[in-house]
């Protein structure tokens, strides 16, 4: 069983929370262009290793944060305050 | 476009058989019953060429097909396959062999239905026993939704010519009597799509008979054997870097099912792509007593029997996106749960192993093949939950492409560059669990 450690809650089975996927930096709707929106939304980098990405903590302090996660190895490094 | 099953087989087989091929009989089994001898290898070991034709990364069904129809149909033979471990070992040897074309998209009807219709004649067109059995396919409904969903399948699949139809639970439980179909379940099943030409294969066998096939028709299969790099110049493919050393080459198709990233990224293509293990479990063989494939969304699970009598569970990907294939006991518990809840009687039953493939979701749930801004650099994957099916028709379409430097009319809606203009194809409602 993946534990993941919530910055509120500790570490906490991984079931408890939702996976939002990769984050990085979201283009300012005013001024973006229609494509860089499709690929801020559809392209990924998958990595396989070191990946930072988003969680929710759906069954315990329902907030997001920030996860570096490695893909391979299901190992946790870090985790970042809410995003 | 050809929709008959003999239209379909004329179409593709053309007359042509190499005598090679001809090797499996009865009565080569009755001869060499009789002198002992050994069977002569279905394909061969090949030193790398410092150049090739086209280069195909990735020896499952998809790569192996493309390489077989690739000589084939087109007689482009001068074809290297090149595949990091053993052919098969990803995710064609690790699906849970089931067979189907009741999609809810016409695109995606048409498309599968051409597999279908492709593996109905496997067999016969490689000279090798696939085992494919057409016992028919149960997709349960437990809502009012997915009827309401099953019933616009049925409609698009009957304008597809494809077979089809929403049925009740007296006619499932005459199908499945081991199903409980009664009212007093968690998830009362209301309804089911049912489609008999659905069903379940050998994966292995497909892998191996169109392996057997290309390296009949001359195409290089190297296993262990590891692209490390593609070499682009000026927007165009030069070659590939292999753990081999180089080979140069005109085009490289890239038909790998969990890796299409990292090897797209090689060319420096970028992909809509994310990919999530998903678990599957096999248990100890017992009599036969399922001849259906039975699915449910609701529950995420889909059961059927082998012709060896174990019962092969597969449930949907797994909750975050990793590349890790390490089981999860999560993953056991909440199958043998769900498989309880559909058929009681199955509570003594054991599982003898469970093991997870790689699948490359994509934001639609349908599958990017065809060129890419790299030119002679084609892609053929982000085939999800969905690629075994599709393997058939896969390598005959992206054959086509690369042949002809375009996209077949058949693939024309799964292109690279649908993302970026916005017009996905939205196959969410059939593909997300089922098979």
Not at chain 2, 257 to 266: K, P, Q, R, V, Y
């Amino acid at each position: 069983m993946m534990l993941l450690p919530c910055p509120w809650c500790g570490p906490r089975s991984a079931g408890e929370f939702r996976f939002t996927g990769e984050s990085g930096p979201r283009p300012d709707p005013t001024t973006t262009t229609t494509d860089e929106w499709r690929s801020y939304l559809y392209l990924q980098d998958n990595p396989c290793g070191w990946s930072r990405e988003g969680w929710y903590h759906g069954a315990g302090c329902r907030r997001f944060f920030t996860v570096e996660r490695n893909t391979l190895s299901n190992e946790v490094r870090a985790t970042g305050g809410p995003r | 476009m050809v929709t008959s099953t003999n239209g379909a087989h004329g179409q593709n087989g053309n007359g042509h058989r190499p005598s090679r091929l001809r090797d499996y009989s009865a009565w080569t089994l009755f001869r060499r019953g009789l002198d002992g001898s050994d069977w002569p290898r279905a394909w061969h070991d090949h030193d790398l060429r410092s150049s090739y034709d086209a280069v195909i990364i990735g020896g499952g069904v998809h790569g192996l097909a493309t390489a077989y129809y690739l000589a084939k149909n087109h007689g482009i033979r001068n074809v290297a396959v090149l595949e990091k471990s053993y052919i098969g070992g990803g995710g064609s040897g690790r699906n849970t062999a089931i067979l189907r074309s009741n999609y809810l998209t016409p695109e995606g009807v048409r498309f599968y239905d051409r597999s279908v219709k492709l593996y109905e004649h496997l067999a016969a067109d490689l000279n090798f026993n696939v085992m494919f059995s057409q016992r028919g396919h149960l997709t349960l409904a437990h809502n009012d939704s997915s009827l309401r969903t099953m019933h616009w399948r049925t409609e698009v699949n009957k304008l597809q010519g494809v077979d089809s139809e929403v049925i009740g639970p007296d006619k499932i439980k005459e199908l499945v009597p081991y199903l409980d179909t009664s009212e007093r379940t968690r998830y009362p099943i209301l309804g089911a799509l049912y489609h008999p030409p659905g069903g379940i294969i050998r994966h292995d066998a497909v892998v191996w008979g169109y392996a057997r096939g290309a390296d009949a028709h001359g195409v290089h299969i190297h296993q262990k054997t590891e692209v490390t790099g593609i070499d682009v110049e000026h927007g165009r493919v030069t070659g590939v870097q292999t753990t081999r050393g180089r080979i140069a080459t005109p085009i490289v198709l890239n038909a790998t099912a969990g890796w299409s990233t990292l090897i797209s990224n090689m060319a420096g293509v970028k992909m809509p792509v994310q990919t999530f293990p998903l678990q599957a479990a096999v248990t100890e063989p017992v009599k036969p007593f399922l001849d259906t494939v039975v699915v449910s969304g609701t529950l995420h699970v889909y059961v059927s029997q082998s012709d060896r009598g174990e019962l092969v569970f597969g449930a949907s990907v797994d909750p975050f996106a990793s590349y890790s294939i390490r089981g999860s006991l999560e993953f056991t518990e909440g199958i043998a749960g769900h498989v309880l809840e559909l058929m009681p009687p199955l509570s003594k039953m054991r599982l003898l192993r469970q093991w997870a493939g790689l699948c490359d979701m994509t934001p639609d749930y349908s599958p990017i093949m065809g060129p890419t801004d790299v030119e002679g650099f084609y892609v053929d994957v982000g085939w999800g939950t969905y690629g075994f099916k599709a393997g058939p028709v896969a390598g005959e379409a992206m054959a086509a492409c690369i042949a002809d430097r375009r996209p077949p009319e058949i693939i024309s809606a799964f292109g690279l560059d649908r993302f970026l203009a916005g017009r996905l194809v939205g196959e969410k409602g059939a593909a997300a669990v089922g098979h």
